[in-house]
Structures are given as structure tokens and as C-alpha cells.
């Protein structure tokens, strides 16, 4: 059986934020030679309850990760086929 967590849910609350800092790219360097970078996006931060043991406020974090291809060697690179008006050939 799963313990349940010891959390007394109220009616959700959006919070205002602001980032102490802009978050970073994490540079991801394929064995191919591909790199890719990825940073986290905060969007936003909701209050769901409180720890029924301790009182400390329950919040639920939302986030969006956003990825980026920085640099593909050219020999990863494929010919794309022209298509037509319809996008097919």
C-alpha cells in the first residue's frame, strides 16, 4: 500500500512570483556531434494546502522545458525533397 501524504488540500491559489535569477541553458553534447541546449521555464506557482504534521504551506510548481538545437554536424544533415503546394510530392 501506497502512504498517503500528510497534506490538508484547500482551494488551489495562484502565487504571484519573480525568478532571483533568469534560468540557464544546459548544454547537451550528443556522441554525434549534435548539440542541444535546455533550460526550464517557471510559469507558474500554485498553493494546494498545508502539511497536516508541520503547517508549511504545499506548493505545486509549473514549468515548461524548452529545447534547442544549437549545432548539427553537416553529415547529420539530410537533402530535404522539395513538396508541392499541399505539402506532398
Do not use: C
Not at 21 to 42: A, Q
Amino acid at each position: 500500500m501506497i502512504p498517503q501524504p500528510n497534506i490538508s488540500f484547500t482551494e488551489p491559489e495562484i502565487v504571484e512570483f519573480e525568478l532571483e535569477e533568469e534560468p540557464k541553458w544546459i548544454k547537451i553534447k550528443l556522441k554525434d556531434g549534435t548539440v542541444l541546449e535546455l533550460k526550464n521555464e517557471i510559469t507558474g506557482v500554485v498553493k494546494i494546502g498545508h502539511d497536516t504534521n508541520t503547517g508549511i504551506p504545499i506548493y505545486n510548481v509549473q514549468s515548461q522545458a524548452i529545447l534547442r538545437v544549437k549545432y548539427v554536424p553537416k553529415e547529420l544533415i539530410k537533402k530535404v525533397q522539395k513538396q508541392g503546394p499541399t505539402g506532398y510530392q
